[in-house]
């Protein structure tokens, strides 16, 4: 059956950095769009960022255009997101999303759009 296991978050300083990772079994990786969204308490789940089969194409959310670079290592069948110059307000549980065939500019922020899902790693942000 299909696994994704994210892992690297943790505690950090606002202004300090992280790497989450998420490792995929399963399923042929490079036939999957991939993406990470995150849910903080009491709010909708975010997409934040997508990446293509290929890796050509990435897309942001304006929240961490800037910030946040994801890419995916096709080998190795793994998603990273680095995230550096971190804030309060990037609090949330971080999940990674697997969507097969092409990314898709239009919808790739909507959770529903995504077949598979990981637990979760937690990003916790101090000020």
């Known amino acids: 059956q299909v696994q994704m296991v994210e892992s690297g978050g943790g505690l950090v300083q606002a202004g300090g950095s992280l790497r989450l990772s998420c490792t995929v079994s399963g399923l042929t990786f490079d036939d999957y769009a991939m993406a990470w969204f995150r849910q903080a308490p009491g709010k909708e789940r975010e997409g934040i960022s997508c990446?293509?089969?290929?890796?050509?194409?990435?897309d942001y959310s304006d929240s961490v255009k800037g910030r946040f670079t994801i890419s995916r290592d096709n080998a190795k069948n793994t998603l990273f997101l680095q995230m550096n110059n971190l804030k309060p307000d990037d609090t949330a549980m971080y999940y990674c999303?697997?969507?097969?065939?092409?990314?898709?500019?239009?919808?790739?922020?909507?959770?529903?759009?995504?077949?598979?899902w990981g637990q979760g790693t937690q990003v916790t942000v101090s000020s």
């Open positions: 990446i293509s089969r290929g890796a050509i194409t990435t």
């Open positions: 999303a697997a969507r097969a065939g092409a990314y898709q500019s239009h919808s790739w922020r909507y959770p529903q759009y995504f077949s598979y």
